[in-house]
């Protein structure tokens, strides 16, 4: 199941957004076992949307938002237009991974400055969970192989290609993953909770953070830029990738990518890493961010659940490790700096549609 949410309840006008955390929960409030139901992703996403334009049917995706109507307000990030464009965005980790921003950073967002005239701001939600009660393979389900799901086309019907084994193209709204013979599942109704915090902007008290998304999937090469250094290269950014078991055969023909790797020159100007937090699936050993000298910027690793209770979930990505700035000890990221991103993968095993995002927030002065 995945729905998209538009012009959510969110604090108005001029905010600091400090946290934002989201979980699915049953129709009591209660929270639901990733054992039942995986919570594949959910990203947050700010838009423009015009005064003279209607409001986006229910499960417009964000693609479907279209200029003039429609103007997607993207992070600050490098991917193309579209492609991850959220402020926020995670899945089965959403529970034991912090997203708070310690005083006084804070996301600023409501200025009626940043708002194109004629235009007003809004938020949209995107949630995917895949019901996995009574099915035959219960990972094979959550990595989205395209088999279990009897699915040879995408959502709009066009034919996938044969080497598609499996992903997002394969678990859409609507489909459902092989069960057991016999098994006979209830219907029930899921909802999703979300908690901002914030904190009303004042420029005396509260310092502005930039939210940056790389994907280690960029198909951006620094090696093809030109003779001056420039480059227009498009950065292209794919999103998910598969890692194939790291086998003599699979490293001779160069199939073995449990260890993969991006560069981008970072966009914007210098400044200091307040937050930082990468987005892995099961399998994940750990992502870090590099920067041109080879210092560590950032390394963020998956927690996994150890027992059968909620939170806890055995094998499962449960939280992720995020890093913050040390007192008297911040990291600085330089505009211009080639950065590395470097994700690793379990290599003894097959992975389908894994993820290597790396989020981090950017502040362009600290407190004295």
């Not at 919570?39 to 005064?51: A, E, I, K, P």
């Not at 080497?163 to 909802?191: A, H, M």
């Not at 998304?213 to 292209?236: E, K």
């Amino acid at each position: 199941m995945e729905r998209f949410y538009h012009n959510i309840n969110f604090p108005t006008p001029h905010i600091a957004i400090k946290s934002f955390d989201l979980e699915v929960v049953d129709q009591s409030g209660n929270s639901i076992s990733l054992f039942d139901t995986f919570l594949h992703h959910w990203s947050l996403v700010r838009y423009f949307q015009h005064s003279t334009a209607p409001d986006p049917t229910p499960n417009t995706s964000f693609t479907q938002l279209h200029e003039p109507d429609f103007i997607i307000a993207t992070n600050n990030g490098v991917c193309q237009h579209h492609s991850l464009p959220q402020f926020y965005g995670m899945g089965s980790e959403s529970r034991k991974t912090s997203t708070f921003l310690p005083h006084p950073y804070g996301i600023e967002v409501g200025d009626a400055v940043q708002v194109p005239a004629g235009y007003e701001e809004r938020w949209s939600l995107n949630v995917h969970v895949i019901d996995t009660r009574g099915v035959e393979d219960r990972m094979g389900c959550t990595d989205c192989w395209c088999h279990l799901y009897n699915v040879t086309k995408d959502q709009f019907g066009r034919p996938l290609k044969g080497d598609y084994k499996g992903g997002k193209l394969c678990c859409y709204d609507q489909t459902q993953c092989r069960v057991r013979e016999g098994y006979k599942g209830e219907e029930r109704k899921l909802y999703v909770r979300y908690r901002v915090k914030w904190v009303d902007w004042d420029d005396d008290f509260v310092v502005p953070v930039e939210v940056y998304i790389f994907d280690v999937t960029d198909t951006w090469n620094p090696l093809l830029n030109d003779s001056t250094g420039l480059s227009d290269q498009q950065h292209h950014c794919l999103v998910a990738y598969d890692v194939e078991t790291c086998s003599l055969a699979n490293k001779l023909h160069g199939k073995c990518n449990a260890t993969k790797t991006s560069k981008v020159i970072f966009p914007g100007d210098s400044g200091y890493i307040i937050y930082g937090v990468a987005h892995q699936h099961i399998g994940g050993i750990d992502a870090t961010l590099y920067g041109e000298d080879g210092r560590v910027l950032c390394s963020s690793s998956p927690i996994y659940g150890r027992g059968n209770e909620i939170g806890n979930e055995n094998g499962y990505v449960v939280g992720m490790s995020t890093c913050y700035p040390k007192l008297g000890n911040y990291v600085k990221i330089n505009k211009g700096e080639m950065v590395t991103l470097v994700s690793n993968y379990d290599p003894s095993q097959n992975h389908t549609a894994v993820m290597g995002l790396f989020q981090i927030m950017v502040a362009h002065k600290i407190p004295n």
